[in-house]
C-alpha cells in the first residue's frame, strides 16, 4: 500500500507530457495550450494613431491658446480610420482626425475635438497640447519581434486578441489526452433505459466523463464494461496505442466481481500499485500498458470523484502543462464538526472560502453523491486525528 503522495509520484514517472501539436482556428483555441510561443510579426499599432476625435496639428503651435485667445489654425482635410492623409501638416495647419486614423506626416500631438470650435475650413484651438502628449506611438504595445504569448501559456480571450491583432489564423496548440473512461459492473443500467430490479444507474461513468468535460477534456470513449474478465481485457486492449490514459471505475477490491486484477494478467500491463493509503478510495489500482497509463478507481461514486481529483487531475496535469490541472491546497479553519475514529487518511467533501472550510452537509458514505452538490474542495483529515472539529485547521484540496 502506497501514501498519497507516493502514488502521484510514481504515477507522474510514467506519465509523459503530450509533445504532438496541432494547426487550429483562432476563435477555437481558448483553453488549449500554446505549442510555439507567439511572436510579434509587425508593430501594433504600425503607425502613428490618435487616441482621439479631432485635430492633428503641430503642438507649437498651440502653444498659449485660450478660450479668451484661441489659436487658429487652417484646416487641410480630413482622415478617417483607416485611410491615409497623404500631405504634411505644416506651420499653422490642421487635419481632422477620428480616433484609430495615422497621424499625419508634420503632426505630433492630437487637440480634442471638445477643446475646439469644430471648424471644418479654421478651427479655433482653446486650449494647446505640447508635442506627443496625445499620440500614439507606432509599437506603442509591443514591437516586431516581441514574444506576446510564451509556449506552454494557456490561451483565452486576451491571447484570443493579441494573435487576432497579428493577423494570425491558425494557432499552434498542443493536442488533448485521449481518455477513455470505463465503468465496470453488471449492475449497472444507462441512463435512458428502464431500471430493473437490483439495477442501478451508471453514475460514475458520467461523474469522470463530466469531470473531464469541466476542464475542457472531451473522453476519447466513454464505455461501460460487464463484469466478464476477456470481455474487459478486449475492451481496454483496443485502446492500446491509441489512448494516452484510460480510467475505470469498479472491480478494484477483493470480491468475487472485483475482476480488474484478473484483467490486467490477460494484458501486458505492468502493475505499478494496488491500495492507496486513502479513505474512500483505498483499492485504487494503476498499470502502464505500453505508452497508455491505466488508472483503476474504486466503484463508490465519492471514492471515484475523491480520487481523480488526488491521483488522475496531475496526470492530466503534466500531460497538457495546463496549470489548472495542478492539485492545489491551502490551510482553512472548520466552521463546523467531523467526529470520526482515527486510524486512516480520509477526505471528506466541504466547501471553502476566505479561509474558511464547511463540511457538507448530508450522508458522507463513500457510495453517496448527493454531498458533492456545491462541494468545491476534499477536506483532508490527517490518520492521527479523530476528525476535525470547529476551530482547528485543516487542508483542504481546491477543485
Wanted: hydrophobic share 40%; aromatic share 6%; charged share 25%.
Amino acid at each position: 500500500m502506497l501514501v498519497l503522495e507516493e502514488a502521484v509520484k510514481c504515477l507522474l514517472c510514467h506519465t509523459n507530457a503530450i509533445t504532438e501539436t496541432e494547426l487550429i482556428p483562432l476563435l477555437t483555441s481558448t483553453n488549449r495550450i500554446l505549442a510555439a510561443p507567439l511572436l510579434a510579426m509587425v508593430d501594433q499599432p504600425p503607425f502613428p494613431r490618435s487616441p482621439l476625435d479631432g485635430y492633428a496639428v503641430r503642438g507649437q503651435d498651440t502653444e498659449g491658446a485660450g478660450k479668451d485667445f484661441p489659436k487658429r489654425l487652417k484646416v487641410i482635410g480630413t482622415v478617417y480610420a483607416g485611410e491615409v492623409f497623404t500631405g504634411t501638416v505644416r506651420e499653422k495647419e490642421a487635419v481632422r482626425i477620428t480616433t484609430g486614423a495615422p497621424i499625419p506626416e508634420g503632426a505630433d500631438t492630437v487637440i480634442r475635438q471638445e477643446d475646439t470650435d469644430y471648424g471644418r475650413e479654421e478651427v479655433k484651438i482653446y486650449r494647446g497640447s505640447p508635442p506627443y502628449e496625445n499620440y500614439c506611438c507606432q509599437g506603442e504595445d509591443y514591437r516586431k519581434g516581441d514574444i506576446l504569448l510564451e509556449s506552454g501559456m494557456r490561451m483565452d480571450g486576451i491571447g484570443i486578441a493579441l494573435a487576432a491583432s497579428l493577423g494570425k489564423e491558425l494557432i499552434e496548440v498542443y493536442r488533448k489526452p485521449k481518455v477513455a473512461v470505463i465503468s465496470t459492473g453488471d449492475e449497472l443500467i444507462q441512463p435512458g433505459a428502464s431500471l430493473p430490479p437490483g439495477k442501478i444507474y451508471d453514475a460514475n461513468r458520467h461523474l469522470i466523463s463530466g469531470r473531464l468535460m469541466d476542464f475542457g477534456l472531451m473522453p476519447f470513449a466513454s464505455l461501460h464494461g460487464r463484469d466478464d474478465v476477456q470481455g474487459m481485457a478486449e475492451m481496454i486492449y483496443k485502446f492500446l496505442g491509441e489512448a494516452d490514459l484510460i480510467v475505470t471505475t469498479g472491480g478494484v477490491s477483493v470480491g468475487e466481481k472485483d475482476i480488474m486484477h484478473q484483467v490486467l494478467s490477460l494484458l501486458p500491463a505492468e502493475k505499478l500499485f494496488w491500495r492507496v493509503e486513502v479513505k474512500p478510495g483505498t483499492p485504487t489500482l494503476a498499470a502502464v500498458l505500453g505508452n497508455t497509463l491505466l488508472i483503476c478507481l474504486s466503484g463508490n461514486p465519492f471514492a471515484a470523484a475523491a480520487n481523480f481529483e488526488l491521483l488522475v487531475r496531475p496526470v492530466l496535469g503534466k500531460m497538457t502543462r495546463d496549470k489548472r490541472l495542478e492539485v492545489k491546497r491551502c490551510r482553512a479553519v472548520m466552521e463546523n464538526d467531523f467526529i470520526k475514529p482515527k486510524g486512516t487518511r480520509r477526505f471528506l467533501r466541504g466547501y471553502t472560502e476566505d479561509g474558511k472550510v464547511w463540511v457538507s452537509a448530508g450522508n458522507h458514505a463513500s457510495g453517496t453523491l448527493m454531498a458533492m452538490v456545491g462541494s468545491n474542495c476534499l477536506i483532508e483529515i490527517s490518520k492521527e486525528q479523530a476528525g476535525a472539529g470547529k476551530g482547528d485547521e485543516v487542508w483542504v484540496y481546491l477543485r
